[in-house]
């Protein structure tokens, strides 16, 4: 299938992917200006992100149960509403501590409506399967664009005005969600093929979180995901500072993370056309083992303006290219009926993985006035995600058929 042929609701969770993760990964570079505005360390910046991904992925499965029972347009709609207003609240708190429930708690919660669990589930019932991942890649890489897109808007109004008139402008641009997610016919299941097989499939969530429990595969897929969370969520957040530190300007930290935004936008559609050619716990392993060497050249190569730009398109190549295998390897073991569902737990694993991705990198950096623990960590971590990925059996479960109608 052509991507020109896909449905309208794969294109309107694009345009939502979009403004929802263009946004949200904008935040590192507003932890200079905040942490100047309200007179904190890093850590305390670092620690209201970590908090906004650790409730973003906590959410998950029950946004996931929501989205499965009523539908993506209702629960896009309500997180579109909870995103700005968090982002506006937090343009016009004057206590710090705020910002652990505006941007952290509102902003979380608007996010995990409005982001891949929602968006990925409800594409999965009106895509032939094995066309899958290709779709998942695609909108993947929406989300980079809008990082791409986004990331510079931002650093322009940061240049321009003060921090607060930039959240002002972003929590306007959650109205769009509202208008895509309006549009959005997210009960009926476009693909024939998928149709008939949720509805020949009886089996209740219950069940499905039972079988789920007990598959080796789920759990090892979790424990990969929480690795690509760490390791998203610290270079997204740290890494403008840890730019900064080199002596680099603020404009190379802003070009390094808007060229992650760029190439992941061909990588993410690359790992998810790999992912339907091919096995994709090999073509995950293979992501992870490019990931390992990246990182690893990266922290022991001269750091400047060249080596920033390099290492933001290469770690962009295989920044969420993990999205689209991750959530096609839940679609192919487990099948459409309860995706959502099941991916949202998966996600929230990603997120815990953010949450001290986010926060220890912090923490390490106030405690020792580095970030290179931090960096080798991630090296080893991303070697041990590559490996897990081998002993996942990938095959489609196999469920009784539902007896004939008397």
């Known amino acids: 299938m052509s991507i020109f042929r896909f449905p309208v609701l794969v294109w309107l969770g694009i345009a939502t992917l979009i403004f929802s993760l263009g946004i949200r990964q904008s935040f590192g570079i507003f932890m200079t200006p905040v942490v100047d505005t309200f007179g904190t360390g890093r850590e305390f910046f670092a620690l209201a992100i970590a908090v906004q991904n650790l409730l973003f992925g906590a959410f ?24 700005g207003l968090g982002l506006y609240l937090t343009s016009i708190t004057a206590e710090p501590s705020m910002l652990f429930l505006t941007l952290g708690a509102l902003v979380g919660f608007g996010l995990s409506c409005t982001s891949y669990v929602v968006v990925l589930g409800a594409i999965a019932r009106v895509v032939p399967a094995e066309h899958t991942a290709k779709a998942f890649g695609l909108t993947t890489a929406a989300g980079s664009f809008g990082m791409f897109a986004v990331i510079p808007g931002a650093q322009s109004l940061l240049a321009n005005f003060d921090w607060q008139t930039a959240m002002q402008v972003f929590a306007l641009c959650c109205c769009a969600m509202l208008a895509f997610a309006a549009f959005m016919k997210t009960n009926r299941i476009g693909n024939p093929a998928a149709a008939a097989a949720m509805a020949h499939d009886q089996q209740t969530l219950k069940q499905a979180l039972a079988e789920a429990f007990r598959h080796k595969g789920y759990w090892l897929l979790n424990a990969g995901f929480f690795v690509c969370g760490f390791h998203v969520m610290f270079i997204a957040t740290h890494l403008p500072s840890y730019l900064a530190d080199k002596g680099l300007d603020a404009t190379v930290a802003a070009m390094a993370l808007s060229y992650v935004g760029i190439f992941n936008i061909f990588g993410s559609y690359f790992w998810g056309l790999m992912g339907d050619r091919f096995d994709k716990r090999h073509v995950m392993a293979a992501l992870y083992f ?20 390099i290492f933001g398109a290469a770690i962009g190549f295989c920044w969420l290219g993990t999205v689209p295998l991750t959530s096609g390897l839940v679609r192919q073991i487990f099948g459409a009926k309860y995706m959502s569902t099941l991916y949202g737990i998966v996600f929230f694993t990603h997120q815990v993985g953010s949450f001290l991705g986010a926060w220890v990198g912090g923490r390490i950096y106030d405690y020792y006035g580095s970030y290179e623990p931090i960096w080798y960590s991630t090296v080893v971590l991303a070697f041990i995600a590559a490996i897990l990925h081998f002993p996942i059996d990938a095959r489609p479960l196999q469920r009784p058929a539902v007896p004939a109608a008397a």
């Open 290 to 309: 490019l990931r390992t060497a990246v990182i690893l050249a990266f922290v022991t190569l001269p750091v400047n303006a060249s080596t920033a730009s």
């Open 60 to 83: 998950q499965p029950f946004v996931g149960m929501a989205a499965d029972r009523f539908g993506a347009k209702r629960i896009i709609g309500v997180g579109a509403i909870a995103y």
